[in-house]
């Protein structure tokens, strides 16, 4: 099992910048990982998501302002949140697969056994 505690989120204004941390206890090791995040009102939508091979896909809205990286030796995941819109406001979410699941599914969510708690990012126009 694995325990994932985002952090980071806040209130900034559009065209801000943001860093969202998420810290695994146990291991992510040849996991999928992701970023969702949730509006009120609306389903959770996948953000960007590391693939085991390396491999990174990003969500539309996002690409070319969001940056997904990972600190192997510390065990977190970042996202770099940069010129944010009103649209991004929701409450962002980790995830991780677990060894060997099929990253990319129909079901965005269906390869994510372990989820954080998330934190909220808030952003003004």
């Known amino acids: 099992q694995v325990y994932l505690v985002e952090s980071g989120g806040g209130s900034v204004q559009a065209g801000g910048s943001l860093r969202l941390a998420c810290t695994a206890s146990g291991s992510t090791y040849r996991s999928c990982m992701a970023w969702f995040r949730q509006a009120p009102g609306h389903v959770r939508e996948r953000v960007v998501r590391?693939?085991?091979?390396?491999?990174?896909d990003y969500a539309t809205s996002v690409a070319g302002r969001f940056t997904i990286s990972q600190d192997n030796a510390k065990n977190i995941l970042y996202l770099q949140l940069n010129s944010l819109k009103p649209g991004d406001s929701g409450t962002y979410h980790c995830a991780a697969s677990g060894p060997g699941a099929a990253c990319r599914a129909l079901d965005e969510m269906a390869p994510y056994r372990s989820w954080g708690q998330g934190t909220q990012v808030t952003v003004s126009p």
């Open positions: 590391l693939n085991t091979d390396g491999s990174i």
